[in-house]
């Protein structure tokens, strides 16, 4: 095998040709959901909690799976398998799932109805590490673009899909107002909400506080954080967070399913201490489940 594999509508095929049809929703409406999740050693990591929200977002989104759990979880452990082989033992991928109400007919002059023929697939991606390697060595800065969060009235936040021009339009303004950042949306009211690959968590006095449920998206990795944190004896609150509260933070830090915690060394124009305690608890932790040093696997260390 020379290029890895991916699923489309039923079928495993080349990579390469795996192709969406010019009518499809996910083009014509922007309407795709999806959700991502990573290996370890090889190996397919919470693979049901994403699972399970990618089906909730495809309810949410009125989009019909022709595939069970198992049929899903059977592809997806068949994709790494196979798509593992021409990575280096050391490094590990990304299994990226998206679905769409399918193609819409008469854009292409067909009887199909929105809907009616949804398209279903997965492939996926060698982590890029050496992306993330000057966040671990050096932290992140954020920056707070002039755009907002799409409001929880128009898009159910618990949906992880790719509607995303807002986010385009805020990587966009931060890329020329703040190179080197990247953009953490505030919402109407002022208040912070998520980047757009990851969960902020802030940390004061011991206590890790994130934005209030139903807010944000619920990314798995933030439930990883907050079982490390009862584990640990940390407190955890769900509140609205204000820039205020950013500025005054002990610590603040990032977690998604790429790279799993990443400290915040500034917001704007404030600089956080990073990285600070509480991240080095939470990346021990995580360590000690996987087996192997989540950090140094991205820095390449032995």
Known sequence: MTEPLAFLNGRLLAQSQAHLTLHDAGFVFGATVTDLCRTFRHKL??????????????RSASIDLAFDDATITDLAKKLIQNNAELVDAKDDLALVLFATPGPVGF?????????????????????PFTRY?????HGIALATPRVRAAPTTCVDPHIKQRSRMHWW??????????????????????????TASANV????????????????LEGVSLGVVSDFAAALGLGMERRSVTLADCYA?????????????????QINHQAIQCPGPILERLHTAWSAEVGLDIHGQILGSP
């Open 45 to 58: 990591y919470r693979f049901e909690p994403h699972l399970a929200r990618f089906r909730a977002s495809c």
């Open 107 to 127: 854009y292409l002059g067909e009887p199909t109805r929105p809907g009616e023929k949804p398209t279903f697939g997965m492939h996926t991606y060698p982590l």
């Open 133 to 137: 390697r000057p966040w671990i060595e």
């Open 169 to 194: 339009l805020a990587e966009c303004e931060t890329r020329r107002t703040n190179p080197g950042a990247q953009a953490l949306l505030l919402d109407l009211a002022g208040n912070i909400t998520e």
């Open 201 to 216: 968590v802030l940390v004061k006095n011991g206590v890790l506080v994130a934005p209030p449920l139903g807010s944000v």
């Open 249 to 265: 933070a002990d610590e603040a830090i990032l977690t998604c399913t790429t790279y799993c915690i990443a400290g915040v060394r």
